[in-house]
Nanobody, 124 residues
Framework: QVQLVESGGGLVQAGGSLRLSCAASGRSLSTFVMGWFRQAPGKDREFIGAISGKVGTTYYADFVKGQFIISRDNAKNTVYLQMNSLKPEDTAVYYC?????????????????WGQGTQVTVSS
């Protein structure tokens, strides 16, 4: 079992930045692909990006265009989502997820473990 806890969400003005963290316990994250998703009110959960285990290869959704950056620190068993140039439409609950495989994926159904989410609100 893997327990994931996101932190770092909050209220930020448009144009600002936030860094979300996803801390894991129970198992080492080094063998997991870690993904970030978000869900805005009334919308489906949306894939943001993922990072592979040991090598740290990243894979992003097309809309990201460099706005978000995923990184990981296996020594701390933590994954990060750096969010820059935030816009009101980025307001959502942000989730991290772990997939017990080598390959990144944008499909939520392929992820085995999920955090509880952290709210990000971007004011205009």
């Amino acid at each position: 079992q893997v327990q994931l806890v996101e932190s770092g969400g909050g209220l930020v003005q448009a144009g600002g930045s936030l860094r979300l963290s996803c801390a894991a316990s129970g198992r080492s994250l080094s063998t997991f692909v870690m993904g970030w998703f978000r869900q805005a009110p009334g919308k489906d959960r949306e894939f943001i990006g993922a990072i592979s285990g040991k090598v740290g290869t990243t894979y992003y959704a097309d809309f990201v265009k460099g706005q978000f950056i995923i990184s990981r620190d296996n020594a701390k068993n933590t994954v990060y989502l750096q969010m820059n140039s935030l816009k009101p439409e980025d307001t959502a609950v942000y989730y991290c997820a772990a997939r017990g495989d080598y390959y990144c994926s944008g499909y939520a159904i392929l992820y085995d473990y999920w955090g509880q989410g952290t709210q990000v609100t971007v004011s205009s």
